[in-house]
């Protein structure tokens, strides 16, 4: 843990960075979709946080499971984190989803699978997210 707390400032200065290089692109650099005009930067907002969010969600059940084996309470820490984050992406992702969908559906919300398989592991983490508040 003594590490972590020297390396803090350098991830969260790249971060930083990183963060903002992807907004100067998105905005400033990307050209416009000829159909969808500029809702179509949108999706470079979009797709990287619904790709994190099935990540996070995977690497939180990895976790999870590596505690369960080995009672580490890195791990706990770890899965409790991922839990929060991926909670947060996973909103991310409908909101953001709902801003591209409204202009191009006509609605914000459409039952079709993937949606509705999304909004579903948003209720996971909320749940998941309740049980580890009980636990505490």
């Known amino acids: 843990m003594s590490k972590t707390k020297s390396y803090y400032p350098i991830l969260i200065g790249f971060w930083l960075f990183l963060t903002a290089m992807a907004i100067y692109f998105t905005f400033w650099v990307a050209p416009l979709d000829?159909?969808?005009?500029?809702?179509?930067?949108?999706l470079y907002v979009h797709v990287?946080?619904?790709w994190m969010s099935i990540l996070v969600y995977?690497?939180?059940?990895?976790s999870t499971f590596l505690f369960l084996l080995t009672k580490h309470p890195l791990f706990l820490r770890s899965s409790g984190t991922g839990i929060e984050?991926?909670?947060?992406?996973?909103?991310?992702?409908?909101?953001?989803?709902?801003?591209?969908g409204r202009p191009m559906w006509g609605t914000f919300w459409v039952w079709d699978a993937r949606l509705t398989s999304v909004f579903i592991s948003l209720l996971i983490y909320f749940g998941s997210l309740c049980f580890q508040k009980?636990?505490?």
């Not at 000829?34 to 949108?42: A, D, K, L």
């Not at 995977?58 to 990895?62: F, G, H, N, P, R």
């Not at 984050?85 to 591209?100: P, R």
């Open 34 to 42: 000829f159909q969808q005009g500029g809702n179509s930067r949108i």
């Open 58 to 62: 995977l690497v939180t059940a990895i």
């Open 134 to 136: 009980l636990s505490v």
């Open 85 to 100: 984050i991926g909670a947060l992406f996973t909103l991310f992702t409908l909101v953001t989803g709902g801003f591209w």
């Open 48 to 50: 990287p946080v619904a």
